[in-house]
């Protein structure tokens, strides 16, 4: 067996785990909801904010790790060393610079600024995985980060879109997030696929591995705005 294919099994393993655990996430817990309807979990906001906030923890951590591997034993092999060139495909995104910038946005504009962050990561991370099962520079572990990563983004922007909807129906942000959940929904003038497909491979991760550090930040000013009394 080829060392590609021996990739693609290996992320295929991954795919199947992780349908694995979610199904039996399913089958031995009822569904997470929160306004406490009949039949599912209810959680509050302070704990909805706490398991974005580790989630996001979680997604950083592997980025930086991703990033660190691939300056170490990738790029000398390609003779990039010294070679800079980062264009981020989020650069359009307007982001607030520094904690005190953060905290004086609105929470519905923080909020939105942290959903466009992660609906923008989500084709480029995967394409990147997809790169990576067919290249001879990265190991198997490496490339099942990859794969880690593009599940990540998706399931904490599932994650804030939930910890949007509670504090919509307690009054403390406005309806005005309601159905952002594309990236034209988002932003209709921004088109960053063709962007991010531009990028080298150097630059996606450490473009992921500074808006992913921009969306933990931004989920912890968040939670200290809306719920002080935790962790503050």
Not at 141 to 146: D, E, G, P, T, V
Not at 150 to 177: F, P, T
Not at 198 to 205: F, P, T
Request: proline residues 3%.
């Amino acid at each position: 067996m080829s060392r590609n294919n021996i990739k693609q099994v290996w992320a295929l393993l991954m795919v199947l785990v992780c349908v694995e655990l979610r199904g039996s996430d399913r089958a031995s817990a009822a569904p997470i909801c929160v306004h406490g309807q009949a039949g599912c979990h209810f959680l509050s906001l302070a704990d909805l904010f706490d398991r974005v906030i580790q989630h996001s923890a979680r997604m950083h951590s592997i980025s930086s790790d991703l990033h660190s591997e691939f300056e170490q034993y990738v790029l000398p092999s390609r003779n990039h060393i010294g070679r800079i060139n980062r264009h981020c495909h989020t650069a359009t995104i307007l982001t607030p610079n520094g904690k005190e910038n953060a905290q004086r946005l609105a929470r519905e504009e923080l909020t939105e600024v942290i959903l466009k962050l992660l609906v923008a990561w989500k084709d480029p991370l995967w394409q990147f995985h997809q790169n990576m099962v067919h290249q001879d520079d990265f190991n198997n572990f490496s490339s099942n980060k990859a794969l880690e990563m593009s599940y990540m983004v998706h399931e904490l922007r599932k994650g804030v879109e939930k910890v949007a909807d509670k504090m919509q129906h307690l009054g403390m942000i406005s309806n005005s997030l309601s159905g952002l959940s594309s990236p034209e929904a988002l932003d209709p003038s921004s088109d960053t696929s063709g962007e991010s497909q531009a990028m080298s491979d150097h630059d996606l991760l450490y473009c992921f591995r500074r808006d992913s550090n921009k969306v933990q930040n931004y989920l912890k000013i968040l939670k200290c705005r809306i719920v002080p009394e935790n962790g503050c």
